[in-house]
């Protein structure tokens, strides 16, 4: 069996993964505290007004359920698509103790999730053997973004999704060469994609077949899934058991009603096609175009990122980050180290369009993005590992970097600060919380 390391291309020579430095730790350290005292701030001004209280007023996100299930001791459950997001509470109990509000302590918790995904995207950058100096720039290019913006700063649960979604990839990036070390890792990620979307599981089990496959081929990577997925149900079952068991209980009382809600949480109705999937995924997700309003029942407009309508700066960021992206991905596939794992990155990204191209919702895409948002970061990166800023195309490269990190920003953060004070006063139809569709 060929390995993928092996393939007949003709690259440089691969720079060795980079061991971390006490330079990295200050440099990740910097950027978290940057990336939190950003996050934060906008996540406590959205939090003082009423957007945390209704459901659907943008992205058909339902922040009212989040906050619920991340700071109050509510025995009413997100759902079984997110089964192990109520064990994340402790992480709001200090600031509940110091007298936050519940909404106010929730977002405070996402925005550490959001800030701890991008020092993990530092780190999977110089362990993929990227110069610090790139590694930073392109970290920085990722805190910017649309979507790491967004659910950074939304009490949601794909804030949280995003953050085990770096982690899993970080970690196949640390075990690349050996497998055998960080043995426990592996599991704690594939616990946490599962908790927190069930089908984010998925890269846990790509990223296990990858290593696998690459010292072994493909039936040592089948034998590595199985073998996987059999540890990995332990903890899974436990947890679920621990937090579900009521409702659990009451589902094996009435299994045909149990059943019926289950089904009830399956989207339904017209779906778009592969152009506005790929729209979504790969330009909303980055650069922040204007909002489309859409009328839901009860004559509620939401808001959403669906159209090709940017903003000027947005208008010059869309094409210059698409054929960043389109050079990145070719970079990674050329370079014999890097392809390794943006082979797994890809075939994650592949996944989550197919998947989307079904499961979807009266057109409402950007809410599903982060899922697969750091993998089109990561072959987006694809040409800085060939790169060294010591010379000419390593700083023009930094140049390109920069410049487009600061059309993201200068686009997008104003866009998201608006955002958070858009809904001081929310005028709805029902009472707080409402639906802005019919429950089933």
Known sequence: MTRLADLP??????????????????????????????????AWRLAQGEYLDYYNLAFDF?????????????????????????????LAWPLLALGLDAKSAASLV???????????????????GIERPLAGLLAALFAVSSTQLIVSITV??????????????????ARLDDPGRFRVLPYVAGVLTFGTTITNVVQSFLAEALLAWHQGGLRQAILRCVRFGLILAVPIAVLVLLLWFRPLLAALQDPVQALKEVYWL??????????????????????????????LPGNIQMRDFREWNFPLLGAIAAPLWLLFLAAGTIGAFM???????????AAALAFNLVLHLDFQFRGSLYLYTSHAHFLVLGLAAGLAPHLSVAR?????????????????????????????????????????????????
């Open 156 to 173: 949601e649960t794909y804030g949280v999704a995003g953050f085990t979604i770096v982690l899993t990839w970080l970690v196949a990036q």
């Open 9 to 42: 291309l003709r690259t440089p020579e691969p720079l060795p993964t980079a061991t971390l430095t006490r330079a990295d730790g200050r440099l990740a350290a910097m950027i978290g505290a940057i990336a939190l005292a950003v996050y934060g701030a906008l």
């Open 110 to 128: 996402i925005a550490g999730f959001g800030a701890a995904s991008v020092v993990l995207c530092y780190l999977f950058l110089r362990k993929a």
């Open 266 to 295: 399956r989207t339904k109705g017209e779906k778009v096609g592969l152009l506005e999937v790929l729209e979504a995924f790969l330009v909303h997700s980055f650069v922040m175009p204007h909002y489309t309003w859409v009328t």
């Open 335 to 345: 370079h014999r180290r890097y392809r390794i794992i943006a082979l797994g990155l």
């Open 392 to 440: 000419p195309a390593g700083r023009a490269y930094a140049a390109a970097v920069l410049l487009l990190t600061l059309l993201l920003a200068a686009n997008n953060l104003p866009i998201a600060a608006a955002f958070t004070s858009d809904f001081d006063v929310v005028n709805m139809p029902c009472p707080k919380p409402c639906f802005a569709v019919p429950e089933p």
């Open 62 to 90: 339902d922040p009212n359920m989040t906050v619920e299930a991340l700071a109050t001791s509510s025995k009413n459950f997100i759902g079984f698509k997110h089964p192990l997001i109520e064990a994340l509470r402790p």
